[in-house]
């Protein structure tokens, strides 16, 4: 069996590249697996809609310092991912395979691909926050309109409004089997006529082992330092105290695929506001705290509600306001792993049933 995977990649972002990587691995278990090779950022696309980077106010008092200002952000985009060599197109092309190279929907309509089935997810890869609607027929697979189309744990972000809802449940009936990231969802689409089911991230497809392996960690002692992994939301530094940050949103310290994992792995506790580093904590045994998305992102709290929930560790989700003294309680609250472990497993091997079931129809 050929399957297509269709996610996000080539963005400066570990967990994309953690869920990518595991998903296509745990597929080649059924036969030849692919990630469809397409470019998210099309230099064109991006500059045609720079209006997304500036405020409608400042554009009309100082239209041209604006447009050169966005031109220079989609550079940066544009390069990072391209030619990052840490989480750019270099560090995908080294751990997954791809289809040929697609540089917008219309090569991709008219390509006709040899593929048994086409998988969307995961990540949220449905999220119509999207400004480019090629795109987000792209993830709902509208182009592959006589091929079987399964998703495996999609997530859509924001909610959708009406518009985008009629767009989702039309393309959604077409497809042979549905499965998404939260529970809130998956009861959503169901509540629409849409059988779904909650399976977990690709990323816990696999066990601690499995990452160790791949990306040559090596079991030791704990370094007495915090690891503060983040993405958007402010995280407290404390005073003495050794602290390693990685900072996506400024692009700061950023460090290979296998180095990020080390550093969760090796710390004393991680501080985060990304819902795969809290995976990873999870599959490592780390303890940790967890950050909300706060102000327009709270409706991305659901991923957390989700794992916290289903593994008892929902006091480990923060709202950001807390003192030194309360997050090193949270922090330091013994954690029956065991249990922990116990869960993930069960909840493993029913996602796992639901692909082969929905892939080889046993």
């Known amino acids: 069996m050929k399957s297509i995977t269709i996610t996000y990649c080539f963005s400066a972002n570990y967990g994309q590249f953690f869920q990518c990587f595991a998903l296509q691995t745990f597929l080649k278990i059924f036969g030849k697996n692919e990630v469809l090779n397409f470019s998210i950022f099309s230099f064109k696309e991006l500059f045609c809609s720079y209006e997304k980077f500036v405020g409608s106010k400042a554009k009309k008092c100082i239209p041209f310092l604006w447009k050169v200002l966005a031109f220079w952000r989609i550079?940066?985009?544009?390069?990072?991912?391209?030619?990052?060599?840490?989480?750019g197109r270099k560090v995908f092309l080294e751990y997954i395979d791809f289809t040929q190279y697609f540089s917008n929907y219309r090569q991709i309509l008219k390509t006709s691909l040899d593929v048994d089935v086409f998988i969307a997810g995961s990540d949220q890869i449905w999220n119509m926050a999207n400004i480019y609607r090629n795109h987000n027929k792209i993830y709902f697979l509208e182009f592959a309109?006589?091929?079987?189309?399964?998703?495996?744990?999609?997530?859509?972000?924001?909610?959708?409004?009406?518009?985008?809802?009629?767009?989702?449940?039309?393309?959604?009936?077409e497809f042979s089997a549905v499965s998404v990231r939260e529970q809130s969802f998956a009861d959503y689409l169901n509540n629409l006529g849409i059988k779904t089911a909650c399976v977990c991230d690709p990323t816990i497809l696999h066990k601690a082992d499995f990452y160790y392996k791949k990306f040559g960690l090596k079991k030791s002692t704990t370094d007495n330092y915090i690891f503060i992994y983040k993405l958007r939301e402010p995280i407290p530094i404390f005073d003495n105290h050794k602290i390693i940050i990685v900072d996506l949103q400024k692009k700061k310290t950023l460090?290979?695929?296998g180095k990020w994992l080390s550093l969760i792995d090796k710390s004393e506790f991680v501080l985060t506001d990304s819902f795969h580093c809290v995976v990873f904590c999870i599959l490592f045994h780390k303890p940790f705290a967890v950050f909300q998305n706060n102000r327009e992102l709270k409706e991305m709290n659901e991923r957390f509600f989700t794992i916290l929930g289903k593994t008892?560790?929902?006091?480990?989700l923060l709202?950001?306001?807390?003192?030194?003294?309360?997050?090193?309680?949270t922090v330091k609250r013994p954690i029956n792993w065991e249990r922990v472990d116990a869960i993930l497993e069960e909840w493993r091997d029913y996602s796992k049933k639901w692909l082969e079931d929905v892939l080889v129809g046993k």
Not at 150 to 160: D, H, L, M, N
Not at 312 to 316: G, K
């Open 312 to 316: 008892n560790l929902e006091y480990r």
């Open 75 to 87: 550079l940066k985009i544009y390069y990072e991912a391209n030619f990052s060599s840490i989480l």
């Open 145 to 173: 309109e006589k091929r079987k189309k399964i998703s495996y744990a999609a997530s859509r972000g924001k909610k959708w409004n009406i518009e985008d809802e009629k767009f989702a449940i039309r393309n959604l009936k």
């Open 319 to 329: 709202e950001g306001t807390e003192t030194e003294e309360l997050i090193l309680e």
């Open 255 to 257: 460090v290979s695929v």
